[in-house]
C-alpha cells in the first residue's frame, strides 16, 4: 500500500471506530429511532450531490424493489437495533461484537453455499465466538441489567449484516456502490420517521449532542463511506476489510478517554481473541487471503 492509502485506512478506522463512541454517547438525549433516523438521513443528504454530479441520480431507480428491502430490512432495522443496545454496552463492545460479521459469513457461506472451511477457518470460528463468551461472561462492559439481550441484539445485527452482504452483491450486484449507498440510506430514513416522530424526546437534546450527531452522519457515515469505496478501489476488499481490525482500538481507546469507560482485561482479552478468530475465519492468514 502506499502511504496514501494508510492514511486513508488510519482515517476510516477513527471515523468508523469512534461512530461507536458517538452512538453511545448519543443515544440517551435522542433515543435510538431519531438517533439513527437522522444519522442516515444526514449521510444520505451528505452523499447525494456527489452521485448528482457524476449523473447517478438514474440508478436510484433502476432496482426498487431489491434495494427497498435491502434499506428496510438490512439498514434500518439492523442500526435501529444497533442503537437500542448502544444504551445497554460500552463503545468498545459495541465495537468488537460489530466485527463478528466476518464470523457468520463464514458460516452462511459453509452451510448455505457449501463452501468447504478447512482447518483454519474452522478454527477462527471457534475462536472468534469464544471470545464473544469470555467477552459477556459477568461483563464490565455491560452499562445495564439488559447487557446480554444487548450482546445478543449486536450479534443479530452482524448475522443480519453478513446475509445482506450476499443479498446486495447478488440483487443489486450490478449497481453503482454510490448510488446503493445513497439510495439505501435514504429510505431507511424515511423507513423510520414515524418511529423516530413517534419517540422524539421530550427534551430538546443538548448542542454537545447535536455535535456528536453531527458527527455521526457527516464524518462516520458520509466522508466514512467515500473513504471506504476509494480504498475498495485502490488497495481491493482484502485489504481494506482491515479496517475491521482497527475499529475496535479505536472505540476502547476512545470510550476510555471521552466517556470514562473501564477497559478492563477481561475485555481486552475477549477483544483479542474475537479479532485473532475473526482473521482466521477471513483466512488472512496463514497462508493467503481469500477475497
Known sequence: MQRRDVGD?????????????????????????????????????????????????????????????????????????LGWAAQHLTAGLLAVLNATAPLFAALLAHFVFHERLGAWRSAGLALGFGGVALLTAGSVSFRSAQGLLAVGAVLLVSAMWAVGANYTRRRLGGMDSLALTVGGLALASLALAPLAAATWPAAPPPPRAWLEMAFLGVASSGLGFLLY????RRIGPVRAMSVTFLNPVVALIAGALYLGE??????????????????????????????
Open 9 to 81: 485506512l488510519l482515517l476510516l478506522s477513527v471515523l468508523w471506530g469512534a461512530a461507536y463512541l458517538f452512538m453511545r454517547a448519543a443515544v440517551p438525549a435522542f433515543g435510538p429511532a431519531p438517533m439513527i433516523a437522522l444519522r442516515l438521513a444526514i449521510a444520505a443528504a451528505v452523499l447525494l450531490p456527489l452521485l448528482a454530479w457524476r449523473g447517478g441520480l438514474g440508478q436510484l431507480r433502476a432496482h426498487p424493489g431489491p434495494l427497498l428491502l435491502q434499506a428496510v430490512v438490512f439498514t434500518a432495522l439492523p442500526f435501529l437495533m
Open 262 to 291: 473501564t477497559v478492563s482485561l477481561q475485555t481486552l482479552a475477549g477483544a483479542a481473541v474475537v479479532l485473532v478468530g475473526t482473521s482466521l475465519s477471513l483466512g488472512l492468514w496463514p497462508g493467503r487471503p481469500r477475497a
Open 229 to 232: 469505496y476509494r480504498l475498495l
